[in-house]
């Protein structure tokens, strides 16, 4: 029972901050139909942000050593101005393309990210001490609870309640919800493409930032392609909770964690290290059986 | 043969003869007049041209984008080390490996043919599952595809030594082999393209709906073109691992999936002609900036540009190309010579729905 | 007030319309007859900013709208209610509503316009909080009129209103139309697959087919119906469009 129960909070943990990242990129897809494959660099990218750009091997502190709240808006600031920077350069361009040809434009723009970092911050993984205080176990009535398991959680509600009420109670935000299900029809009636976008880049950096400190104090290690496995497991979480669709990018986010945790623990030994398969095998099973994800919305069914 | 099906004939083989021609006259520059690190690159640049040929014979037909085929690379390439790699390393390291494959070492064309069969036959079983998806979501599943291929493979340790790199494979593959096989999979891609079933999947493309009506099956012209690319991607993957010697499961995931899509998309993904184009025009360019960043003497100091420019210029000359010149190089049509009849049905006819099914 | 002028779009290969030129006066009627496939959605489209011009002008008050993106066409008090109705299927009857007020930061006369709205379509009024994507098809076609309408637009053009819904509730919506035509003065442009509702409601009459304008004139010369069902059905294609004197 108490294996269960920490297996229970390892997934929800693990499933918090998939849901981040899956907030991220399903905002960006239902707006734009874009799957964004730089968001895992973006990630990166708010983790480097930290330290001074050098390609010592020894990683100096320099956003990283601020108080945590100046570091979280110092960080979400970096990457929103970069989110901002992808669709200004390109994919402002390229509105009227196809998903798949969206899709390998995100793969330059990651391409360009990744050597960018690897120029700035050299090519070798650095160590780097953040929040490690956070590392710290809290004993529950037998469970050993990690402190950055509850503060991943926390944060994943905060930010999913405030992305909530944005997306419920402002007019801006019920614009964006309009644009996510009609964007053609939303600036028919006068919503302003540009801004839309713009808010949906922005907000995407925001999680991005938020995902990549709660990565970094997790696994105490920067490098260049650090991002990108949070992205792939986003990404399928987007397409197993319904792309286009917020509470299915969240439930996705989930699902997905909830999948591996549990195939990790459950799985016999010697199936254990294909675990990513079956998870990748259920994206393929969805894609087949249900095109439209846990959550559908109606708008997407005829659009994927 | 008539005079105008010979004058046809001959609008048709003529340019692909130039591309033939083309290819070879380049590689033969090379390997001739260059030094011996020009000759690797240029073999390296001929394998590309295999998988990136072998990726227009789906992409460029069907239309749908695949991510996965570096999977099919990938499980070919193993294959071949499977059947060439020095069978003394193989009983100490892949211990999983049946005996047929652990106690024997094959000669090259088992090898490469042994690689090609088997990622075309699990083309064959994956794409009968999932190309009846249609445009990004059939494109999702490849890419899914990709991340198991590369997930088992890191993984299986008895069989593919796990992250760690599969060592002593015979280099046996030169300019030369690869300019054979090169050549071979461009004359297998224009004889697709020209084929009942490449009409067909092209028909498809253009107009989904009308090509169902009038009786094409989506899923099976679909999966003839993927089956028959995996092939060819796959000889790319055999090729590549008795080029380089060695084959890690790294080498076959997501920068080769880009670099790959970046050449077709940079030459034209609707043509062979774009293919080519794309995997010379990178190359070229890769190898400027490599040059750059080595070094250049301007006058008494060395200016190099620092790690990274070469990829963040062809990230960058990627995005130009998607946004001013989204056809690519070639505008995605093939070569056509001047002085052929005024005709502009040269190589790949723009064909109507009714035409392809005429034909089937 | 709006004048197309040798206009032409195309898709990919096919051209969908191929020099049409069209005007509408203010506080007009003007109506958009053809068959399936004719055109008819592209041009409002293309008016609308949403899809664009291969050649031609389109004019509005004199300011030429080609290039000039869909939000922007918006602002000037041009609203397009296109075919298939297009509600926010999850947004609730109120946010779609206010939508384009809320997109051109207006809201001073938003609430009264809502009210007022709501009188013609008291329906919506009870399914105020409700998704529209509940919606029945007659009030989805009720409420993108009225979502239309809160941006206080002066042209409004409706795409094929009577597409898919019962004869009774399509009567509902041109009686509304006219009503708050009468009521705030105005300009509609409608496009219909058939003319028999059209000969009451407009004053003038366009016949599109297969990209081209094929008749013109106004609905009084074109009582009988003859000549429009001759241009509808392509017995004159190979001449010049006929024009009804009075029109000109």
């Given at each position: 029972m108490i294996n269960f129960a920490q297996t229970f909070i390892d997934a929800l943990s693990l499933g918090s901050l998939y849901a981040l990242a899956a907030l991220g990129i399903g905002l960006l897809f239902g707006i734009l139909r874009l799957i964004n494959f730089a968001y895992g660099d973006l990630i990166t990218l708010g983790a480097y942000a930290l330290i001074i750009p050098s390609t010592e091997a020894v990683a100096t502190l320099f956003i990283g050593g601020w108080p945590w709240f100046m570091v979280i808006i110092a960080v979400?600031?970096?990457?929103?101005?970069?989110?901002?920077?992808?669709?200004?350069?390109?994919?402002?361009?390229?509105?009227?393309?196809?998903?798949?040809?969206?899709?390998?434009?995100?793969?330059?723009?990651?391409?360009?990210?990744?050597?960018?970092?690897?120029?700035?911050?050299?090519?070798?993984?650095k160590?780097?001490?953040?929040?490690?205080?956070?590392?710290?176990?809290?004993?529950?009535?037998?469970?050993?609870?990690p402190l950055l398991q509850i503060v991943t959680i926390l944060a994943t509600l905060v930010l999913m309640g405030g992305l909530t009420l944005l997306l419920k109670r402002t007019a801006l935000g019920i614009q964006m919800r309009a644009a996510a299900e009609d964007f053609r029809m939303a600036r028919y009636l006068g919503v302003r493409g540009n801004l839309v976008i713009g808010l949906a880049f922005a907000i995407s950096g925001v999680l991005a930032a938020v995902a990549s400190l709660l990565l970094l104090s997790q696994t105490g290690t920067l490098s260049q392609t650090m991002g990108v496995p949070l992205m792939l497991f986003a990404f399928i979480a987007t397409v197993v909770g319904g792309m286009g669709s917020l509470i299915g990018a969240a439930t996705g986010g989930f699902a997905v964690a909830f999948a591996s945790v549990f195939l990790q623990a459950y799985l016999p030994d010697d199936l254990r290290p294909f675990r990513d398969s079956f998870v990748f095998g259920i994206v393929i099973l969805m894609l087949l059986f249900r095109p439209a994800g846990l959550v559908p919305t109606k708008a997407l069914v005829e659009r994927v | 043969m008539t005079d105008t099906a010979q004058r046809r004939f001959l609008r048709a083989a003529l340019p692909v003869l130039a591309l033939l021609l083309g290819v070879t006259a380049i590689t033969a520059l090379v390997a001739l007049l260059g030094n011996d690190e020009m000759a690797l690159t240029v073999t390296e640049a001929l394998v590309r041209l295999i998988v990136v040929v072998g990726l227009s014979v789906f992409i460029g037909n069907s239309g749908v984008v695949s991510f996965g085929h570096i999977g099919f690379m990938c499980i070919a390439a193993y294959a071949a080390a499977w059947a060439t790699c020095n069978p003394m390393w193989k009983q100490l390291m892949l211990t999983g490996l049946p005996v047929f494959l652990q106690q024997a070492q094959y000669p090259f064309w088992v090898a490469v043919a042994g690689g090609a069969v088997l990622a075309a036959a699990v083309a064959l079983v994956f794409g009968a599952v999932i190309l009846r998806l249609s445009g990004i979501a059939a494109s999702i599943a490849t890419f899914a595809f990709l991340a198991i291929v590369n997930n088992v493979y890191s993984n299986w340790d008895s069989v593919t030594a796990g992250v760690s790199s599969i060592i002593g494979i015979p280099t046996v593959v030169g300019p030369w082999t690869g300019l054979a096989f090169a050549l071979g999979a461009i004359v297998l891609a224009f004889w697709f393209k020209g084929s009942r079933f490449g009409l067909m999947l092209r028909a498809t493309r253009d107009d989904p709906v009308a090509a169902r009506a009038s009786g094409v099956s989506i899923v099976r012209v679909r999966l003839a073109a993927?089956?028959?690319?995996?092939?060819?991607?796959?000889?790319g993957g055999a090729l590549f691992v008795q080029f380089l010697g060695v084959a890690t499961v790294d080498m076959f995931y997501l920068q080769l999936t880009f670099i790959t899509l970046a050449m077709l998309i940079i030459g034209g993904m609707g043509s062979v002609t774009g293919a080519i184009v794309g995997v010379f025009a990178v190359t070229v360019f890769v190898e400027f900036f490599r040059f750059l960043e080595s070094g250049v003497a301007v006058g008494e100091s060395v200016l190099a540009l620092p790690e990274g420019s070469q990829e963040i210029a062809l990230g960058i000359g990627m995005a130009l190309i998607l946004i001013f010149r989204p056809k690519g190089l070639t505008g995605s049509?093939?070569?056509?010579?001047?002085?052929?009849?005024?005709?502009?049905?040269?190589?790949a006819p723009p064909l109507t729905t009714t035409e392809a099914t005429a034909r089937s | 007030m709006l004048e197309v002028e040798d206009l032409a779009v195309s898709y990919g290969g096919t051209t969908a319309l191929a020099g049409v030129a069209i005007s509408v006066k203010e506080r007009e009627a003007v109506c958009v007859v053809g068959p399936n496939g004719a055109g008819k959605s592209t041009l409002l489209a293309a008016i609308a900013g949403g899809v664009p011009p291969k050649r031609g002008r389109i004019r509005f008050d004199g300011k030429d709208l080609v290039g000039m993106r869909a939000e922007n066409i918006a602002r000037l008090g041009i609203s397009l209610v296109p075919e298939g109705r297009h509600v926010f299927g999850t947004l609730t009857v109120e946010e779609n509503l206010f939508i384009g007020t809320y997109?051109?930061?207006?809201?001073?006369?938003?609430?009264?316009?809502?009210?007022?709205?709501?009188?013609?379509?008291?329906?919506?009024?009870?399914?105020?909080?409700?998704?529209?994507?509940?919606?029945?098809g007659g009030e989805q076609q009720m409420l993108v009129i009225a979502r239309a309408l809160m941006t206080r637009p002066r042209l409004v053009m409706v795409d094929e209103p009577?597409?898919?819904?019962a004869p009774k509730i399509v009567d509902t919506v041109y009686s509304t139309l006219l009503a708050l035509r009468a009521e705030r003065g105005l300009t509609l442009l409608v496009n219909e697959q058939s003319s028999d509702r059209m000969l009451k409601f407009s004053e003038r009459i366009y016949v599109l087919r297969n990209g081209r304008i094929l008749l013109h004139g106004n609905t009084a010369d074109l009582q009988d119906g003859e000549a429009i069902t001759r241009a509808y059905f392509g017995f004159d294609e190979h001449h010049t469009p006929a024009t009804s004197e009075a029109a000109a």
């Open positions: 979400a600031v970096i990457v929103v101005a970069a989110a901002l920077l992808s669709d200004l350069l390109v994919f402002r361009h390229i509105r009227r393309a196809d998903p798949a040809t969206l899709m390998i434009a995100s793969f330059a723009v990651s391409f360009v990210i990744q050597n960018v970092i690897l120029m700035f911050y050299g090519s070798r993984p160590s780097v001490d953040l929040w490690s205080n956070l590392n710290y176990q809290i004993a529950v009535s037998g469970l050993r609870i | 993927f089956v028959l690319s995996a092939f060819i991607v796959g000889i049509r093939e070569l056509r010579l001047p002085g052929l009849g005024s005709s502009r049905r040269a190589m | 997109a051109m930061s207006d809201q001073r006369h938003a609430q009264r316009d809502a009210e007022q709205l709501l009188g013609y379509f008291p329906r919506l009024k009870e399914r105020w909080r409700q998704p529209a994507g509940r919606l029945s009577s597409l898919g819904l």
